[in-house]
Every structure is written in structure tokens, then in C-alpha cells.
């Protein structure tokens, strides 16, 4: 059968041209890492790459949300620790002031003291956070937790103004974490605390009188929830820090697992690439040799 030249020659470009590039493609596979240069190569294991590729992606986010929570977290704690200080003190100055041999100027000078631990208590309970939120207020963060009216009667003085919504962060798979505490109680606390000061302020003030010492035992077990509450957001942050932890953890060695998944489903066997390189190599130079040794040949080298 005769072949003609153009056929011949047509023949052999497509040859050189497909084995050209086989090689080339290698080459870049080689350059990229990846055992997939489409997914149409390998449906079955291009779905499982993507499926990899969207849990690593929501792990990324949930350890973010647990990062930025944590730092939340510790923040609402130091800040409680702060007040419960501020209530241990105020309680100290309670018991002393319920010691019936206080002169006026005794209980007086104790009313300037719980003054500062009042103010003090009524700062922290409005704290932002950087963006200008209010920490205590639920999920009316644009609203102070706890407004103060200096026109109103003592003991109606201090209003609190958040709600009790929870600011829900996601950390998992179906598992939010609230990012804040609710002081739904520091606007009755601090208005007791306004009746005592009142009362200790009460020129010639008689501490064993019935009414005062009513006052003073309804502030120390005011006091006395207000510690017992804040102790408990503290050890349930505590708590919640421990399991944000442990969660960190068990996403931290999940994200591990996937990667290592996804080397060996998506990541390119660099032997096997080179030795399939050689090959096409190979083939690409011997297709070259044999179309210039045919094309160099010509009848007249036989007659």
C-alpha cells in the first residue's frame, strides 16, 4: 500500500505533537504537585479531594472562631475577677459596718469607700470590647448594660438596660458556644448598694437603729448573691475555656488526618511521574530520529 508524503508527513506531526504533549503535561504536573491536573481524570478521587478540601476549610474556620472566642472568653474573666473583688471588699466593709459600736463618722468615712467600689462595680459592668460593644449587655451590644439616673430617688437610681440573649459562636459541627455573660443582676445590686451609702451618709446615724440594720443586712446578702453569681460565670468560663480547648485540639488532629488524606489522594507520586517522563521522553526522541531519517530518504538513493 502507498502512503503519500503529505499523508506521511500529516502522520508523523500528530505523533510528534501528542507525544510532545504527554511530556509537557508531565512537566507541569511535576511543577504543580498535583496527581489531578482535571477532575475528569479521576472523578471518584476528585470528590473526595473536594470533600477534604470543604472540611479543612470549616475546620480553618471553626479553630479561628475558637481562637477569637478564647480571647473573648478570658477577657469576661479577668473582668468578673475584677468585680468580684470589688464585692469581697464591699462585703468586708459591710460586716464592719454592722458592728454596732460604729460611730456616725465611722460609717460615713465606710460610705465614701463603698462610693468607689459602687462606681467601680458600674464601669465593669459597661466595658467594650475594641469595636466599641458593650461585653455584659447580651445582644444589645450597642446598649449600655447598665444606665445610671443621677435625678432619680436613691435606691432607683440604676437600671439595667442589656437583655439576655446569648452571643452564640459556632466551634463545631452543631456546637456553638455563648461569648458572653449576662449581669441581669447588677442594677438591683448597685441600688442596694446606693440605699447603704445613703443610709451610712445620714448625719448622727444611729447603726443599731432597726431600720439601718435592716438596710445593712439586706446589702450583705445583696453582696452575698451578687459574689455567689459571679463566682458561677467564672467557673462556667473556666469551663467553657477547657472545652474550647479540647475541641482546638481534636479539630487540630482532624485537620491533620485531612491533610495527610490529602496528600496521598491528591498529591503527585514524583517516581512514577519521573519514570512516565522518561518514557514519553524517550518515545518523543525516537518519533523525532525516525521522521527525519524517513523524510532524508528519497527514491534516487536506489536507482
Not at 503529505?6 to 501528542?18: F, G, I, V
Not at 448597685?190 to 445620714?202: A, H, S, V
Request: glycine share 8%; net charge negative; charged share 20%.
Amino acid at each position: 500500500m502507498r502512503i503519500a508524503s503529505t499523508q506521511y508527513h500529516s502522520t508523523m506531526n500528530t505523533a510528534l505533537q501528542n507525544a510532545s504533549a504527554r511530556a509537557q503535561e508531565m512537566l507541569e504536573r511535576i511543577a504543580s504537585g498535583k496527581r489531578l491536573s482535571v477532575p475528569s481524570e479521576d472523578p471518584v478521587r476528585a470528590v473526595r479531594l473536594s470533600r477534604l478540601t470543604r472540611e479543612e476549610a470549616a475546620l480553618t474556620q471553626y479553630r479561628d472562631n475558637i481562637g477569637a472566642l478564647s480571647t473573648r472568653l478570658q477577657q469576661n474573666e479577668a473582668l468578673l475577677d475584677g468585680m468580684s473583688t470589688d464585692l469581697l471588699e464591699a462585703r468586708d466593709l459591710m460586716v464592719w459596718g454592722a458592728d454596732g459600736g460604729n460611730t456616725a463618722e465611722d460609717v460615713a468615712a465606710m460610705a465614701n469607700s463603698l462610693k468607689s467600689l459602687r462606681d467601680s462595680l458600674f464601669y465593669t459592668a459597661n466595658s467594650r470590647d475594641q469595636e466599641g460593644r458593650y461585653m455584659f449587655s447580651g445582644t444589645a451590644t450597642s446598649t449600655a448594660t447598665v444606665t445610671h439616673d443621677a435625678t432619680a430617688a436613691v435606691g432607683s437610681r440604676y437600671t439595667w438596660t442589656g437583655n439576655t440573649g446569648e452571643q452564640l459562636v459556632v466551634v463545631g459541627n452543631g456546637i456553638t458556644q455563648a461569648a458572653n455573660v449576662n449581669l441581669d443582676e447588677m442594677g438591683a445590686l448597685l441600688n442596694q448598694l446606693d440605699r447603704i451609702i445613703g443610709t451610712f451618709e445620714t448625719p448622727g446615724i444611729n447603726i443599731n437603729d432597726a431600720a439601718v440594720r435592716a438596710e445593712t443586712t439586706a446589702t450583705l446578702t445583696a453582696i452575698d448573691n451578687g459574689i455567689e453569681t459571679i463566682t458561677t460565670h467564672i467557673a462556667r468560663l473556666g469551663g467553657a475555656q477547657n472545652t474550647l480547648q479540647t475541641l482546638g485540639d481534636n479539630h487540630a488532629n482532624v485537620s491533620l488526618s485531612n491533610q495527610q488524606a490529602g496528600l496521598s489522594l491528591g498529591a503527585l507520586d514524583y517516581s512514577e511521574a519521573a519514570v512516565k517522563l522518561e518514557g514519553y521522553t524517550t518515545a518523543l526522541q525516537a518519533t523525532q530520529k525516525a521522521y527525519a531519517k524517513v523524510s532524508g530518504l528519497s527514491l534516487f538513493d536506489v536507482i
